[in-house]
């Protein structure tokens, strides 16, 4: 099992950055891909960003090109997404979630997951 807790959400303006961080618990992190999603209120949860065991595969959804870099650090147990040229759109509680066969954009197929940290862009 792999426990997730994300860091690094706030308050910025529109065209401002933030970088968030997953931290895993355990010592088989390398074994897992990765993803971050996002729920904005009233919506439903959808996918941001994903990157393979060792960080040589990542992709993004469309909202997050060209914008958002994901990143990790498997000595460090950690998963980053920077997020640049933030838009108010961009407003949701950011999660990042762990499997250890999925490799997908479908949030309902990751096993783990961590409790959000909320990312609010004023414009």
């Known amino acids: 099992q792999v426990q997730l807790v994300e860091s690094g959400g706030g308050l910025v303006q529109a065209g401002g950055s933030l970088r968030l961080s997953c931290a895993a618990s355990g010592r088989t992190f390398s074994s897992y891909t990765m993803g971050w999603f996002r729920q904005a209120p009233g919506k439903e949860r959808e996918f941001v960003a994903r990157?393979?065991?060792?960080?040589?595969?990542?992709s993004y959804a469309d909202c997050a090109k060209g914008r958002f870099t994901v990143s990790r650090d498997n000595a460090k147990n950690t998963m980053y997404l920077q997020m640049n040229g933030l838009k108010p759109e961009d407003t949701a509680i950011y999660y990042c979630?762990?499997?250890?066969?999925?490799?997908?954009?479908?949030?309902?197929?990751?096993?783990?997951w961590g409790q959000g940290t909320q990312v609010t862009v004023s414009s």
């Open positions: 979630a762990a499997d250890l066969k999925y490799f997908g954009p479908r949030p309902d197929e990751y096993t783990y």
């Open positions: 990157i393979s065991w060792i960080g040589r595969s990542v």
